[in-house]
Structures are given as structure tokens and as C-alpha cells.
């Protein structure tokens, strides 16, 4: 949101995200679903957490900073495991 949202949008796209750039009124951020941030390119940002606090579920973040791309990354972690195979991980390989 804000002046720059397409640059930014398209940013967060690069990154694997879903992005649209928007002009949404603080009071409208209540009715989105599946809203998981807000990037704002402005500088008062103080109807758009307010109106973010409102929201049921999930905390939803607002992002106004250069380096927001930083807050889009998820870390994920893989465990495999291997006592099915007795723990011999040998036998996982055939």
C-alpha cells in the first residue's frame, strides 16, 4: 500500500509470494481473509495498526520498512526420519 506498492509488490513476488499492490481504507483491512501482511510505503502507519489490531486470528504485521523482504521469509525445517528403518539409513537408499 502506498506510493511505491508496485515496486514493492513486485519484490515480494520474486520472492515466491503472493503480492498485489492496493489502495485499501484502513477500515476494509478488517474484511480481508487470508491475510498474512501488510506492506506500507508510507510514513504513518497508525490507522493501518489499529485497524490491523482489530482483525480476529492471526496477528497480521505491517511492514513499512526498506528492508521488508527480510520479514516475508519462512524457515522451514526437514526431519527425516529414519527408525522405520531400524536406523540403519543404508536401507532407505534402495
Not at 513476488?13 to 501488510?38: H, N, Q, Y
Not at 497508525?46 to 519462512?74: C, H, N, Y
Not at 526420519?81 to 540403519?88: C, E, K, V
Amino acid at each position: 500500500m502506498g506510493q511505491g506498492a508496485h515496486a514493492r509488490a513486485a519484490q515480494a513476488r520474486t520472492m515466491g509470494c503472493s503480492a498485489i499492490a492496493a489502495t485499501v481504507a484502513p477500515c476494509d483491512l478488517i474484511k480481508i481473509a487470508e491475510l498474512e501482511a501488510v506492506v506500507y510505503a508510507g510514513s504513518d502507519g497508525k490507522a493501518l495498526r489499529q485497524a490491523l489490531s482489530q482483525r480476529e486470528g492471526l496477528i497480521v504485521p505491517l511492514l513499512m520498512d526498506e528492508g521488508f523482504e527480510t520479514w516475508l521469509l519462512r524457515e522451514q525445517s526437514i526431519c527425516i526420519d529414519t527408525t522405520a528403518a531400524g536406523g540403519n539409513v543404508a536401507l532407505l537408499a534402495s
